[in-house]
Structure formats: C-alpha cells, structure tokens
Nanobody, 122 residues
C-alpha cells in the first residue's frame, strides 16, 4: 500500500524559507513522476513543482527561482525547498505520485499525502 507523508510546514515570514519533506512507503520510488501541489482556501489546487523519473524538474511560473524540488531515492523521500516565501505561498502543500514516468505536469496523480500547512505572514 502506497503511503505519502508530508512534513516541514509551519509559519514563516515573508522572505523566509521552509523545507518540506515527503516520506514514501510502498512504491518503487524513482520510477514515476512525483510532484508538490498546493491549495489555498477558496482556490483550486495547483501543481507547484514536478520531477520525473530521470530527475528532470519543472515549476509553475510563480515559484521559479524560489522553490526547488529534489529527492533522495535511497531514502525514498521527496523535498521542496522554499526560499523567499511570499504571503501568496500560503496554502496546504501536498505530495503526490503518478503511475507514469514522464510528462509529469500533465499526468494524473494517483497517490496523495494528507498535506502540510504553510502560512506566510507579511
């Protein structure tokens, strides 16, 4: 059974940093797309950062240059380093895994964590 567990969220000030982690269990980590999504109150969920089975990454424009997605395949853990945080980054952040290796921004994500809250104050 695949399980994804996020951690590392919390309060932050504008300009601050947070590092999110996503521990995975029960999957062949590294073979499929992994991603971070976020959802703010009253807004649709959006994909923030993606990493494919070759390690190629892709970001939504609003976080380019500030967020970095990475992974430790030995630990089966996904990360999201968030720097220069802004109030508009406030959202619940979710880790997700697809059952496809590429085209990660467009595939359907099959497995989801419960999320971790990030709140950025101005």
């Amino acid at each position: 059974q695949v399980q994804l567990t996020e951690s590392g969220g919390g309060p932050a000030e504008t300009g601050g940093s947070l590092r999110l982690s996503c521990a995975t269990v029960g999957m062949h980590y590294g073979d499929f797309c992994m991603a971070w999504f976020r959802q703010a109150p009253g807004k649709e969920r959006e994909g923030v950062a993606f990493i494919d089975s070759s390690g190629n990454t892709r970001y939504v424009d609003s976080v380019k240059g500030r967020f970095t997605i990475s992974e430790d395949t030995a630990k089966k853990t996904l990360y999201l380093q968030m720097n220069n945080l802004k109030p508009e980054d406030t959202a619940r952040y979710y880790c997700a895994a697809a059952d496809a290796p590429f085209r990660c921004a467009t595939v359907t994500y099959k497995f989801w964590g419960r999320g971790t809250q990030v709140t950025v104050s101005s």
